[in-house]
């Protein structure tokens, strides 16, 4: 099937998609600690049946049994050398079934591993495991691939680009909202639909989360935020065991309800996940059958996100600003720490920079003689990890520009492609593979035109090439090109008439980076300044600044309120009222004191500088006891406050555990010497059968950092394993995971047995667990995720003592 002919149906009905085929395959008797994929090649009869029920329920798509079928999901079975036969057998199998009757969708899903900086696993891996998964699904014949219940926005990225290597037909990507509106990673709906638009998807959506009441909130965000057909598929509700059968509460009736009102919302795609069997599809069809998509008038915007927020670039709102300062450019002392391989000043400058109101980071590491691939992959992971804006990927260098694209967390902006045809050969692809946005110049390979109207020419060239390479013209930002006043006079004027003329004639966004008009001239922030100002009345969109400059901020200000940017005068008068602009980031004006420096370094993880911290305080006899008891805990009380007020999510909570984790692993040998003991001694370990384990080593870390010793026994453990280990090393508390449902009557099977065995209390978690369940299985605690299993943790430890 052609995106196009996909699109055609998607215009004239709602298509129905099945139901779970893992709650299926587990009623069909798969035992715990097999992968689903298994039954492919043993028991293809039975998956063959699945695919039947569907479609004689009204499915118009069905998905393949392969949503754990990379090689990286396998391997925790052992099975990754099968990735292909299982892929291969599950598309032959589902295409035979539907003979026509149905699109066989091809179904991916996560690999079980974070990406940094939640996890450790590499772009460049799972960007391979899942172009290998979707190669094998595109050879066997689907019609379109479904990409389901993705957490992790770099996660994503890596999965839609490696399908898109080898797949040029429909796709649709979904993420999962933790709490109804945010991934347990952070990203929201707005950015996910953004992201995912820039990949190349055809539809966007939402699956599995909690019920379909929970992400309706979703789907109402989606349907604002893109013009891409909306899929959703809800789970039928959160699992239950009644007589030791998993039950799911929502029953077809009401999902179809549900169904209808996603519809109503704008939704193109519906179908069902956990726990959502044939008469929930059956529901679905008789509910939908005679309604028609619901038109959705959304006019393309210019965006750009980080992990969990996303900008749009128009000219209604305030001006936004990128910060040019990650720049070595003529800056000795900037240049020098980085060859040396402290990247502090990075971290800073990106935290200073949005402090004082860029919005978006401009990162450049052109050092001449170093490498500026590794340097722009480090700065790029220490920028993300300090500052929540996007980032401006600034470099001629196209190895040093992917090296950085593949590590980004949301839609960055490209610094810059010229239009030389052998830049744009090269550059355009970068673009349009890892969806980006692009800054274009006006360059031939004859240099920089003269007149207006030649960089026009140049300008449209690159709108057209970029069109050509899948581009849209909302992600292009022509540079009109700044040049020194004091070489020439008449530079400013061709400057401003040329973005006049690409927003008159090509109709994008421009960029122009401001401070290059007043080299070679003293006072230089005045002429910028005044530069700006005239610029922004020209129909400047994205000005490249010096943030900390008063001048700067103050035009920017009075700029914005003359242009109808600034309704009421709200924002001037709260910037300034009656006070002059002060300037925004002295550096030695920021300066704390070094316990409130090293609070700040575990509170905003900071590994870049918390060992030196905890170093200097240790130099001036602070005492070890009082800096883990006062600091460093009190730093992670607070990240666990943050998280649960949804300020902080998983990304934000293991960097600040690395951090304490490194600045504590200084203070242990003194620790020692002090005569300190652990909290208490906590067993984690994954239920015999799940193969699971993310959840559990973050809440390793945590409560690692929180005093406890912690001995982690790994994935698919039994109670005797646990049992013993409990006895040897005195455990006080033991703490259980399971994330699949198959496993739920496995965990109530093994507290029983610990607790008739030891003293140990006993804390359960997991995706599908909850605090009821804990209750009837009798837990002496939930932990709901990391943060809250350290609470439950403590608490257990203040009752038992």
Request: net charge negative; hydrophobic share 40%.
């Amino acid at each position: 099937m052609t995106r196009p002919e996909f699109e055609k149906i998607l215009e004239d009905k709602i298509l129905i998609l099945d139901g779970a085929m893992g709650t299926a395959i587990i009623k069909a008797g798969l035992p715990p600690g097999k992968a689903p994929e298994e039954f492919n090649i043993e028991k293809p009869e039975t998956v063959a049946q699945i695919h039947r029920e569907y479609i004689d329920a009204g499915a118009d798509v069905i998905l393949t049994n392969t949503f754990g079928g990379s090689a990286i999901k396998l391997n925790e079975y052992g099975l990754s050398h099968k990735m292909e036969e299982f892929n291969r057998r599950a598309a032959e199998i589902a295409l035979k079934t539907a003979d026509g009757q149905a699109l066989v969708g091809g179904c991916i899903g996560p690999s079980g591993r974070y990406l940094p900086p939640i996890g450790s696993m590499e772009f460049g891996e799972a960007l391979e495991a899942f172009h290998q998964q979707a190669d094998a699904l595109t050879k066997a014949g689907v019609d379109l691939i479904v990409v389901e219940t993705m957490s992790d926005i770099r996660e994503l990225r890596a999965c839609l680009i490696g399908i898109r290597e080898v797949f040029n037909g429909p796709l649709i990507a979904h993420m999962t909202f933790s709490d109804g509106f945010n991934t347990i990673t952070g990203t929201d709906p707005e950015t996910a639909a953004a992201v995912m638009e820039a990949l190349d998807v055809d539809a966007v959506g939402v699956n599995c989360s909690t019920g379909p009441q929970e992400i309706e909130g979703v789907v109402k965000v989606m349907a604002h935020s893109t013009a891409l057909p909306i899929s959703v598929e809800p789970n039928a509700g959160m699992p239950t065991i009644r007589d030791g059968e998993i039950c799911y509460p929502a029953t077809p009736e009401e999902m179809a309800a549900y169904s209808v009102k996603f519809a109503q919302l704008g939704a193109n795609i519906i179908g069902g996940c956990c726990g959502c069997g044939p008469d929930h599809i059956r529901a679905n069809k008789t509910a939908l059958g005679g309604m028609k998509p619901v038109p959705r008038n959304v006019k393309p915007q210019s965006k750009l996100c980080s992990r969990d927020q996303t900008i749009i670039i128009d000219d209604n709102s305030p001006t936004i600003i990128i910060g040019e300062r990650i720049n070595p450019t003529g800056r000795k002392k900037f240049a020098a720490e980085i060859t040396t391989g402290s990247f502090s000043i990075v971290r800073a400058e990106a935290d200073r920079q949005v402090k004082a109101g860029a919005m978006i980071i401009d990162v450049n590491m052109g050092i001449p003689g170093e490498d500026e691939p590794a340097l722009m992959r480090r700065a790029v992971k220490v920028v993300q990890s300090a500052v929540d804006v996007p980032l401006s990927l600034d470099s001629a260098n196209t190895d040093a520009l992917e090296a950085g694209l593949q590590e980004i967390e949301g839609k960055p902006l490209i610094n810059s492609v010229t239009a030389e045809n052998d830049k744009l050969n090269r550059v355009l692809p970068l673009a349009k593979k890892y969806g980006a946005a692009l800054i274009g110049l006006p360059i031939s390979e004859k240099g920089i035109p003269e007149t207006p109207e030649a960089r026009l020419k140049l300008g449209e060239k690159i709108v057209k090439r970029a069109a050509e390479a899948g581009i849209p013209k909302e992600d292009i930002y022509l540079d009109g090109l700044t040049l020194a006043v004091s070489a020439d006079s008449k530079a400013p004027e061709v400057t401003l008439k040329t973005i006049r003329l690409f927003r008159e004639k090509l109709g994008v966004k421009t960029v122009l980076g401001v401070s290059n008009v007043s080299f070679g001239l003293p006072k230089r922030a005045a002429i910028n300044a005044a530069f700006l100002t005239i610029a922004l009345n020209e129909g400047l969109n994205l000005p490249i600044v010096n943030p900390y400059s008063p001048a700067i901020q103050e035009a920017l200000l009075t700029a914005d309120l003359l242009n109808g940017r600034d309704p009421q005068a709200k924002r001037y008068l709260t910037e300034v009222g009656e006070k002059e602009i002060p300037e925004k980031a002295p550096p030695e004006a920021l300066e704390k004191p070094l316990k409130e420096q090293l609070f700040d370094a575990v509170l905003f993880g900071n590994r870049e500088d918390v060992v030196t911290l905890v170093q200097k305080l240790l130099k001036k006899k602070a005492e070890p006891m009082k800096l883990n008891d006062e600091i460093l805990i009190p730093a992670m009380l607070k990240v666990g406050e943050r998280y649960n007020h949804k300020r902080y999510f998983l990304p934000q909570v293991i960097m600040a555990a690395e951090a304490m984790h490194a600045a504590f692993a200084v203070l242990k040998p003194h620790l020692r010497v002090e005569g300190v003991e652990a909290k208490g001694t906590v067993i984690l370990a994954t239920v015999r059968g799940d193969v699971h384990d993310i959840g559990k080593n973050i809440v390793g870390t945590l409560v690692e950092n929180h005093g406890f010793k912690v001995i982690d026994l790994g994935k698919n453990v039994s109670a005797v394993e646990i049992i013993n280990r409990a006895e040897s090393e005195k455990a006080d508390v033991i703490g259980l995971s399971a994330l699949m449902t198959t496993t739920m009557e496995v965990m109530r099977e093994m507290v029983a047995e610990i607790k008739a065995s030891t003293n140990a209390k006993i804390i359960v978690g997991g995706a599908v667990v909850t605090r009821k369940f804990a209750q009837e299985i009798g837990a002496d605690g939930y932990g709901k995720d990391a943060a809250e299993a350290v609470n439950e943790i403590e608490e257990v430890m203040t009752k038992k003592y």
